[in-house]
């Protein structure tokens, strides 16, 4: 049985009630490079303990007027064929109260499109930020593997914008080319070519139902060394908070979920920092967007002792 996890150590609130939702997914199937996805849900979360309650950029304390729960592990199961598990998935988050924001922690990419499948059963939009194009019909004898879930995502009837990608196979540049569902800013045109504001002032666009999924190894591995595959390049720290606050830029957007996958628990514990940090920022970029900062200060922290 696995034990409780807790965000900074505060009591988990009935799921009902709860603001914002944390599900760890410690999926690790068909990672094919660094082993370790599934021990990063609980990593994260015990990294979590180091944060503080107050959080710099948007200037407040977001727990102090919102609650959160860490939801019980959703685990693999050997025993399932992978369309049983991912179907299961499906259903258990399409279960969950809707009116929060949803957050999961993988555990390998695999599992995003379970995830949207039971957040968003209508056509919408995905930002996708990946050091990879993740556009394989299937790999390895597997279309559930994670290099596939852009592709799954498509079938879905999504659209995908993409940025930070700088690893493609030729097939999946040939599919971009041809498919108008799918935006791409590759690494290189953001980073070299002047294309960053572009990126940005396409964020500030997104309307509609809207899933953010974040591979840890869009970071340059410089900040993110633990990931399942990790890539030269990348995002920057205070690149990603740029891109979450054009993200958070309009206060109605319509964010079904956010999931934060692929990263591998390193030695320093620099990875699993950054992941803990940025799981905080989304949750209070969201939370300020939504006008919690003008509620009743009745949320988690005030249930814990601290100086």
């Known amino acids: ?9 505060m009591p988990n609130a009935p799921v009902d009630a709860a603001d914002v939702l944390v599900l760890p997914v410690p999926l690790e199937r068909t990672v094919s490079f660094k082993p370790g996805t599934a021990l990063a849900p609980a990593a994260i979360l015990k990294t979590t303990d180091q944060l503080e309650f107050f959080e710099e950029d948007a200037g407040w304390s977001p727990f102090k007027h919102m609650t959160i729960s860490v939801l019980p592990e ?8 992978a369309d049983a598990w991912h179907d299961a998935l499906s259903r258990h988050v399409a279960a969950l109260p809707k009116q929060n924001l949803f957050t999961a922690l993988g555990g390998e990419h695999s599992l995003t499109p379970s995830l949207v499948a039971g957040r968003m059963t209508e056509p919408g939009t995905v930002l996708f930020l990946d050091a990879h194009g993740d556009l394989r019909s299937s790999y390895e004898g597997s279309k559930y593997s994670h290099a596939c879930p852009v592709y799954r995502l498509l079938e879905q009837g999504h659209q995908v ?21 799918i935006t791409l800013f590759m690494d290189w045109d953001l980073n070299g070519q002047g294309q960053w504001n572009a990126f940005l002032d396409k964020v500030r ?29 990348g995002f920057s720290w205070y690149q990603m908070i740029e891109t979450l606050e054009a993200l958070f830029s309009r206060p109605g957007i319509d964010l079904r979920g956010v999931d934060l996958v692929e990263l591998v628990p390193e030695p320093t514990r620099v990875s699993e920092m950054v992941a803990a940090k940025l799981l905080q920022k989304i949750i209070s970029f969201w939370g300020k967007a939504r006008g919690f900062d003008r509620k009743p200060q009745t949320g988690s922290q005030l249930q814990v002792e601290y100086d």
């Open 161 to 181: 914008v993409m940025a930070g990608i700088r690893s493609v196979f030729e097939s999946e540049v040939e599919l971009i080319d041809r498919e108008p569902r």
């Open 74 to 81: 959703f685990a693999d199961n050997p025993a399932l064929p």
């Open 205 to 233: 666009s997104l309307n509609g139902p809207l899933y953010l999924s974040i591979d840890m190894d869009v970071f340059s591995p410089s900040l993110v060394t633990g990931v399942g595959t990790p890539q030269p390049g």
């Open 1 to 9: 049985m696995s034990e409780t996890l807790h965000f900074l150590s």
